[in-house]
């Protein structure tokens, strides 16, 4: 093998028709497709970021959420027991109310049942006397002084 100027030369622009075609159609589809790939790791890590991101905020959400559920539900809980308690209290005091009026009517009755026997009492108080006192004169008495005399008794007893 002869290496002499020529060779030399020739290889020479061989090489530079090489170097040539690469840098006009291999490198600009290659660097390309590097800068291309580059793009999608670089929106591929900032996706990600995102996600994460986004995961904290949803996990806040839920956990604030359900937060605000427990709160609302013992809030629930707190004004059924208050409820309750009212409901309670007002069927005692209806009960109360409805013995002081039951008490009230049976006092009422009794106290109308104690005049009218009151009242018997004295009709049969005066209707004795009247007859003892028939008795006593042994003479009739008319019926409207009869009626007058029993009017007079019933009114002093």
Same mark, same amino acid.
């Given at each position: 093998?002869?290496?002499?100027?020529?060779?030399?030369?020739?290889?020479?622009?061989?090489?530079?028709?090489?170097?040539? /075609?690469?840098?006009?159609?291999?490198?600009?589809?290659?660097?390309?497709?590097?800068?291309?790939?580059?793009?999608?790791?670089?929106?591929?890590?900032?996706?990600?970021?995102?996600?994460?991101?986004? /995961?904290?905020?949803?996990?806040?959400?839920?956990?604030?959420?359900?937060?605000?559920?427990?709160?609302?539900?013992?809030?629930?809980?707190?004004?059924?027991?208050?409820?309750?308690?009212?409901?309670?209290?007002?069927?005692?005091?209806?009960?109360?109310?409805?013995?002081?009026?039951?008490?009230?009517?049976?006092?009422?009755?009794?106290?109308?049942?104690?005049?009218?026997?009151?009242?018997?009492?004295?009709?049969?108080?005066?209707?004795?006397?009247?007859?003892?006192?028939?008795?006593?004169?042994?003479?009739?008495?008319?019926?409207?002084?009869?009626?007058?005399?029993?009017?007079?008794?019933?009114?002093?007893?």
């Amino acid at each position: 093998m002869n290496i002499n100027l020529y060779t030399l030369i020739g290889q020479m622009i061989s090489f530079a028709l090489l170097v040539w /075609f690469t840098m006009k159609f291999v490198w600009p589809p290659l660097m390309r497709a590097m800068e291309e790939r580059q793009k999608r790791i670089a929106d591929g890590l900032a996706a990600a970021e995102r996600g994460h991101l986004e /995961f904290d905020l949803a996990q806040q959400k839920a956990a604030e959420s359900l937060r605000e559920v427990r709160e609302h539900t013992a809030d629930m809980l707190a004004e059924a027991g208050k409820r309750a308690a009212q409901l309670l209290d007002e069927a005692k005091l209806q009960a109360k109310e409805e013995g002081a009026r039951m008490i009230a009517a049976m006092r009422a009755e009794a106290e109308h049942e104690r005049n009218a026997a009151r009242e018997q009492l004295r009709q049969a108080v005066a209707e004795l006397a009247v007859a003892g006192a028939a008795k006593i004169l042994e003479k009739e008495i008319d019926a409207k002084a009869h009626a007058r005399l029993l009017d007079s008794v019933v009114k002093e007893l």
